[in-house]
């Protein structure tokens, strides 16, 4: 083979679907048209194929590719797309002396396509590669499908190994391309279906994308509005195909993410709501990207998902033990403080609550491990409250629920709390009469008695109901251990609130999965020790 070097290239890129490079050949060297420089190109099979005219037979002979010869081989690339594999065609041209321009670089104005590698190239030969699709992907594609996420697959590749490889990952059933013929779409007559991308004033084609988003939007929202119900498989998509996808996806309220590696893939990604860039992909990417996937694996992606649907709902989980704790001791206070003159709960009482057990119950409920049953429910709306309409529910159910057993305890407890008829004496100043001096006085507690059943212990109400004196008499000497019992029990059923909080979405069995949350376990012995 004759030497040759490197004079010229035209490089590949998604409109071209081709690369070419002119060579030089040394030593005197010369082709057929007795010139020194030859086209060799390498691109898509039916790209490269079409630009030929000649091809080498198995004896290296030049031969004229006829009709006959050319749809055989067409129906090679067929067979061997639909065994997903991405053909490449090669072929190369002799050229002669001010072929295509005095450096061969001549290219008709608005073409992508130079005029020395539009016809007469010899083919060489067609290869089929293969991209093993990693064994966790179906699985992936299918957990996505389960919990809402629509997968759809925008690649370069031609219509036939496009479908072939979306069969291989899942993303679209046997036979359904033939049903729907929207299923799997090329880019350009995506685009042209669509209408593109428009001025959202003047309804005319945005020249530059992405360049004043707020002014973009789609030409036929109701032909897009079928193409989220239908298309799937999106080939020989150009970068433009893609961003108008997630731009037409988001104007009718999609939330869209955007996976890719390259820098053709920048412009959806920062158009999309979240982009995922692959770790190996270039820096361009990884600059437009939300999040970097360290394994260049779809599975990851998943699990993303997952995590992301874990944190909100334990953002959610605080809330509703956060708001419980709230409406129970706001009804409590203000209702007790109207009849009793006195609130049961005391301001350092809720300080202690709101640092103790609202800090560590926000720790317990925010360390809840992602389960596989959060990919078993659609994804939430993109405007929906943070506070559900079933939280709402549990949090008045177990207000109403918690607020009657403390009633109970406070307008009846002197009825069934029994008194401790061990207490020690408590020692007291007490004035002596009006002479501004004080006294050291011995308070026998068991002096303090229910008149009414001297068993139990007295009411922590300062008056009853008809205004005579309860507790207030004995207020200033020590705190009523009624009140103190009323305060014990609001805590303990704020530690059974912190379990019934672990569920937001109707769970009937609130303890499953609580042995598996170690932190949750200590965090919760930790606040009964206290």
């Not at 004759?2 to 409109?15: G, T, V, W, Y």
């Not at 046997?174 to 685009?191: K, L, Y």
């Not at 009414?452 to 705190?479: Q, R, V």
Request: proline share 3%; glycine share 6%; charged share 25%.
């Amino acid at each position: 083979m004759p030497e040759q070097k490197d004079l010229l290239r035209f490089p590949f890129d998604s409109n071209r679907k081709r690369m070419s490079t002119v060579l030089v050949y040394g030593n005197d060297e010369l082709n057929e048209n007795g010139y020194n420089k030859v086209l060799h190109c390498k691109g898509a099979a039916e790209i490269v194929l079409a630009a030929c005219n000649f091809y080498l037979d198995s004896n290296g002979n030049k031969c004229e590719l006829d009709d006959s010869h050319k749809s055989r081989i067409e129906t090679q690339i067929k067979d061997y797309c639909k065994e997903a594999l991405r053909c490449i065609a090669f072929a190369y041209k002799d050229l002669k002396e001010n072929e295509g321009g005095p450096n061969h670089e001549d290219i008709e104005q608005g073409d992508k396509i130079y005029n020395i590698e539009k016809s007469d190239m010899v083919l060489i030969g067609i290869v089929g590669i293969k991209d093993i699709i990693r064994e966790e992907v179906p699985k992936a594609v299918e957990q996505c499908q389960v919990a809402g996420v629509r997968v759809r697959m925008v690649t370069g590749d031609n219509k036939v190994t496009a479908i072939a490889i979306a069969k291989e990952c899942g993303i679209i059933g046997e036979g359904e391309e033939e049903i729907n013929p929207q299923v799997c779409m090329t880019g350009e007559d995506f685009n042209k279906y669509v209408g593109g991308i428009v001025d959202i004033e003047t309804k005319q084609p945005v020249q530059i994308i992405g360049k004043e988003k707020k002014r973009e939007m789609i030409g036929n929202l109701a032909h897009m509005k079928l193409v989220r119900q239908n298309l799937k498989v999106l080939a020989r998509s150009k970068p433009a195909d893609k961003y108008v996808m997630v731009a037409g996806l988001r104007q009718l309220g999609d939330i869209v993410a955007v996976t890719g590696d390259g820098t053709n893939d920048a412009p959806a990604m920062k158009r999309a709501d979240v982009g995922f860039a692959m770790a190996t992909g270039t820096q361009v990417a990884a600059t437009a990207a939300d999040i970097i996937i360290q394994d260049d694996n779809f599975a990851s992606i998943v699990a993303a998902c997952k995590w992301g649907r874990n944190i909100y709902d334990n953002i959610r989980r605080f809330l509703q033990f956060q708001l419980t704790v709230n409406v129970v001791a706001l009804i409590t206070s203000f209702i007790a403080s109207v009849v009793m003159k006195d609130t049961p709960l005391k301001a350092v009482q809720l300080l202690w609550v709101n640092m103790i057990m609202d800090s560590l119950a926000s720790l317990a409920l925010a360390t809840e491990r992602p389960t596989e049953i959060l990919l078993q429910r659609p994804p939430y709306r993109k405007k929906e409250y943070i506070i559900s309409r079933k939280m709402v529910k549990h949090i008045l159910g177990q207000a109403i629920f918690q607020a009657m057993i403390l009633f109970i305890f406070v307008f009846a407890g002197d009825k069934f709390v029994p008194e401790d008829q061990n207490m020690p004496n408590l020692k007291y100043e007490a004035a002596i009469g009006d002479t501004g001096k004080y006294e050291t006085r011995e308070f026998v507690m068991q002096e303090i008695v229910n008149p009414e059943n001297k068993e139990m212990i007295i009411s922590g109400m300062l008056a009853n109901f008809d205004m005579t004196p309860l507790y207030s008499k004995y207020s200033h000497i020590t705190p009523s251990r009624h009140l103190t019992i009323v305060f014990n029990m609001f805590v303990w059923l704020q530690i059974f609130n912190m379990l019934c909080a672990r569920k937001i979405n109707d769970e009937f069995n609130f303890l499953e999965g609580v042995t598996g949350n170690s932190m949750f376990i200590g965090v919760l012995g930790a606040i009964a020790g206290l």
